[in-house]
């Protein structure tokens, strides 16, 4: 089903400086030096739209720098005056959002943690009824579009009608290369389902490490995102939050231009064009695909060291024929057909059991980068 909210175009919103839409900004406002130099430093790139900086930081453990509060406001008014950008920081409560209006700042955002709970969103829409600001909507942490899409609806129900989704990630319980895996097939459904509502990536989230930013940020341009929040810190490396995924101005100005913006569809500039899209998502899907057989040749190896350790073969027929049984029941189920379960299962135990090979034959095994250990 699609959705219709009443939403402004992007193209319509302040400092709309053309696609990519731009947000940028110290994931922590720190002190007023840091804030005023990022900033100009930024401005001097001519491309950002917005300035960030989080003023009150949601942090996993106690005990770790949990942003400046009130005193960092008057730091973003600053910048407003200063560099004549718009400014944004995230709220997670309805004191955050009165505080955050009454130093004039012209976009919210609602973090992972936030969005997740939907008494947090409802009292945050509550404070927002009647106000004119611009709102985006980070995904929750956990991949559940309805929670994202209902989030949204009670920010849009209480009149915001510059209103945008940001794409940040999702948590997972394995170790993965990103720090959140995109699914990027979530953004694609919340585009599908909510058709005018900008959607914003936020590579800087999504990588957890700078050298992942382009290769997501070129991504999320070719899904046809309508802007990126990058993180940007005048000396990334001593920031006190999230310092191994922050660029300087400089580094970020050389990752825009590295950007290939592609043409969507030219009589309907939103959308992909539909082949485009689909083959986009059949990449998304192969990614996966390689992921998981990344993660079972592993959980193969870990298995093989264990044969060896306690002297049992290799090959355990009775274990083969029952995952051959099992494979074919859910394939037949899914309507994939017995020849493709059959050849790829094979391929797939033959790689394992070379593996296996390798590790019985390898003498002592060194166990020092074994992730397991
Ligand atoms: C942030 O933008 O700095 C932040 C805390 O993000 P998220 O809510 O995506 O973790
Ligand atoms: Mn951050």
């Known amino acids: 089903m699609v959705l219709k909210i009443d939403n402004s175009a992007i193209s319509e919103w302040n400092g709309y400086k053309g696609r990519p839409f731009l947000i940028s900004g110290p994931c922590s406002a720190e002190t007023e030096e840091q804030v005023m130099e990022t900033a100009r430093q930024l401005s001097g790139l001519n491309m950002i739209s917005i300035f960030r900086a989080g003023i009150w930081k949601p942090r996993t453990r106690p005990n770790t720098f949990e942003g400046v509060g009130v005193s960092g406001l008057k730091w973003l008014r600053n910048v407003k005056k200063e560099y004549g950008m718009m400014v944004a920081t995230e ?3 309805e004191k955050h959002v009165y505080e955050a209006l009454k130093y004039g700042v012209d976009m919210l955002w609602i973090g992972a943690r936030t969005s997740v709970n939907p008494f947090t969103v409802q009292e945050i829409a ?3 009824k009647g106000v004119d600001v611009m709102v ?9 579009i309805e929670l994202w899409i209902g989030a949204l609806e009670r920010i849009s129900k209480a009149g915001i009608n510059r209103l945008g989704a940001i794409h940040r990630g999702f948590s ?13 097939q979530l953004p694609i459904e919340l585009r599908r389902r909510i058709p005018n509502l900008p959607i914003i990536c936020d590579p800087s989230h999504i990588a957890g490490a700078r050298e992942y930013l382009h290769e997501i940020s070129q991504k999320a341009m070719d899904l046809n995102f ?16 999230d310092a191994s995924q922050q660029l300087t101005p400089n580094d970020l100005r050389e990752l825009l231009s590295r950007l290939i913006l ?3 569809s030219p009589s309907d500039p939103r959308l992909l064009d539909v082949l485009g899209e689909l083959r986009q998502q059949i990449d998304v899907f192969d990614d996966h695909l390689i992921d998981l057989l990344e993660q079972r040749m592993k959980v193969s190896e870990t298995i093989g060291r264990y044969k060896k350790e306690n002297n049992i073969t290799i090959l355990q027929s009775a274990r083969w024929d029952e995952i051959v049984k099992r494979v074919m029941i859910k394939g037949n189920a899914k309507g994939l057909s017995a020849d493709l379960i059959d050849s790829m299962f094979k391929a797939i135990h033959q790689e394992s059991i070379n593996r296996q090979m390798k590790i019985m034959n390898n003498g002592i095994e060194n166990h020092s980068n074994d992730p397991q250990q």
């Not at 985006?136 to 559940?144: E, S, T």
């Not at 997972?172 to 990027?184: G, L, M, S, V």
């Open 91 to 93: 709220v997670a409560n």
């Open 126 to 128: 509550d404070a927002l």
């Open 136 to 144: 985006l909507v980070k995904n929750p942490i956990n991949p559940d």
């Open 172 to 184: 997972t319980y394995e170790k993965t290369t990103y720090r959140n895996q995109p699914n990027w």
């Open 226 to 241: 309508d802007g990126l929040m990058i993180e940007s810190h005048i000396d990334p490396d001593k920031a006190l939050s």
């Open 262 to 264: 592609r043409n969507a």
